[in-house]
T-cell receptor, first 111, second 113 residues
Framework: EDKVVQSPLSLVVHEGDTVTLNCSYE??????LLWYKQEKKAPTFLFML????IEKKSGRLSSILDKKELFSILNITATQTGDSAIYLC???????????FGKGTLLTVNP | GAVVSQHPSRVICKSGTSVKIECRSL??????MFWYRQFPKQSLMLMAT?????????EQGVEKDKFLINHASLTLSTLTVTSAHPEDSSFYIC?????????FGPGTRLLVL
């Protein structure tokens, strides 16, 4: 059975701090790993990672995948209160492209 | 690009009625769409995989006669919650697949009284 484990489950930081969110996985027939941000509504897409060692960046957010060790990290630098959200890691695998989600990391950024 | 819409965004209905939720991929074609359910403070739970032109594949424990899925075109999938009960109240989210990425609709909050 496919499995995704995120850590920490929750994190409280101050504005300006840098955070690292972790995601480890076990999946049959790996296709991709995805990061999403969920605020009050449905998840919004952040990154899709398919290759090891290639960092993806978008502003203050970046992510990298290690397919040998089966994990990914999501970094957020110079955090802002608007970064407060649940960050979901999901792995896409199998012939039907199903996503298996982790439980998410609840990030709270205090002013 | 990769925009997915869902309608309605919020619905309140009486117990015993049926509710239809639409999911549309606006700027791409999606042969596969997915329906999820999310309870408060929990992650997304996959209910079913919807393939255009064929029957949906339901996850274990999801009643196919209660949650009817139709994927009649490459841009539209519908989920009908039949004979809704209060325990069906939840946040229902669809996604549409583009290559190995899924893009989510904004979700539908269902409240059954």
């Amino acid at each position: 059975e496919d499995k995704v484990v995120q850590s920490p489950l929750s994190l409280v930081v101050h504005e300006g701090d840098t955070v690292t969110l972790n995601c480890s996985y076990e999946v049959t027939n790996f296709r991709s790993l995805l990061w999403y941000k969920q605020e009050k509504k449905a998840p919004t897409f952040l990154f899709m990672l398919t290759s090891s060692g290639i960092e993806k960046k978008s502003g203050r957010l970046s992510s990298i995948l290690d397919k040998k060790e089966l994990f990914s990290i999501l970094n957020i630098t110079a955090t802002q209160t608007g970064d407060s959200a649940i960050y979901l890691c999901a792995v896409c695998g199998g012939s039907n492209y199903k996503l298996t989600f982790g439980k998410g990391t609840l990030l709270t950024v205090n002013p | 690009g990769a925009v997915v819409s869902q309608h309605p965004s919020r619905v309140i209905c009486k117990s015993g009625t049926s509710v239809k939720i639409e999911c549309r991929s606006l700027d791409f074609q999606a042969t596969t769409m997915f329906w999820y359910r999310q309870f408060p403070k929990q992650s997304l739970m996959l209910m079913a995989t919807s393939n255009e032109g064929s029957k949906a594949t339901y996850e274990q424990g999801v009643e196919k006669d209660k949650f009817l899925i139709n994927h009649a075109s490459l841009t539209l999938s519908t989920l009908t919650v039949t004979s809704a009960h209060p325990e069906d109240s939840s946040f229902y989210i669809c996604s549409a697949r583009s290559d190995s990425t899924q893009y989510f609709g904004p979700g539908t909050r269902l409240l059954v009284l």
